[in-house]
């Protein structure tokens, strides 16, 4: 399995609402990663799992909130979002985190806040 | 900082035209290079990558050689098709520090056929 397969594809939520996306990988990578793409920008960094822990928060705002709960397994809850948080969300994975470590990027959620 | 500065688009070929992407990076010591694609509504998929001077990574008829005396990463494929329309990332990955990968801002190929 060579694949980063995220869930759902498309999410409407309202700026009450509570949801949350999910990101799976199986090639045995130790390092996950949650990137926001507004349109026609590049990928931005949110957060980044090492070994199941987060070693960087790129100071989001606490309404997201990441989870790891296994190796193979990244969640990004979200409660109370305003609308400029509407974008594709980007789940990656990689090997380890090394300056050689390629990113393997899945198809992204693309979120609407109403 | 690391940065990384791509031509700006769109780039508008027709198809069998030859394509030129240019990067540069600014880069304390050596950097990997990658070269990502993302086609409409989907996520970005890596194209190629260099990990040292003067390597060439190469995939699906596309080329860019790691120049470190131009800090040059430049995307070369000979003769471009219609499927080929997406946007272009070029990325660094530093080679100290906490590895966080450094994107351009992208750049839209358009091909017509």
């Known amino acids: 399995d060579t694949e980063v397969t995220q869930t759902p594809k498309h999410l409407v939520m309202g700026m009450t609402n509570k949801k949350s996306l999910k990101c799976e990988q199986h090639?045995?990578?130790?390092?996950m990663y949650w990137y926001k793409q507004k349109a026609k920008k590049p990928p931005e960094l949110m957060f980044v799992y090492s070994y199941e822990k987060l070693s960087i928060n790129e100071s989001v705002p606490s309404r997201f909130s990441p989870e790891c709960p296994n190796s193979s397994l990244l969640n990004l809850h979200l409660h109370a979002l305003q609308p400029e948080d509407s974008a594709l969300y980007l789940c990656?994975?990689?090997?380890?985190?090394?300056?050689?470590?390629?990113?393997?990027f899945g198809p992204g959620t693309r979120l609407t806040v109403l | 900082g690391d940065s990384v500065t791509q031509m700006e688009g769109p780039v508008t070929l027709s198809e069998e035209a030859f394509l030129t992407i240019n990067c540069t990076y600014t880069?304390?010591?050596?950097?990997?290079l990658f070269w990502y694609v993302q086609y409409p509504g989907e996520g970005l998929q890596l194209l190629l990558k260099a990990t040292k001077a003067d390597d060439k990574g190469s995939n699906k008829g596309f080329e860019a050689t790691y120049r470190k005396e131009t800090t040059s990463f430049h995307l070369e494929k000979g003769s471009v098709q219609v499927s080929d329309s997406a946007v272009y990332f070029c990325?660094?990955?530093?080679?100290?520090?906490?590895?966080?990968?450094?994107f351009g801002r992208g750049t839209s190929l358009i091909v017509h056929p």
């Open positions: 880069a304390t010591g050596y950097p990997s």
């Open positions: 990656a994975s990689s090997p380890d985190r090394g300056p050689t470590d390629t990113q393997y």
């Open positions: 090639m045995g990578h130790r390092a």
């Open positions: 990325a660094l990955i530093p080679s100290g520090g906490s590895y966080i990968p450094t």
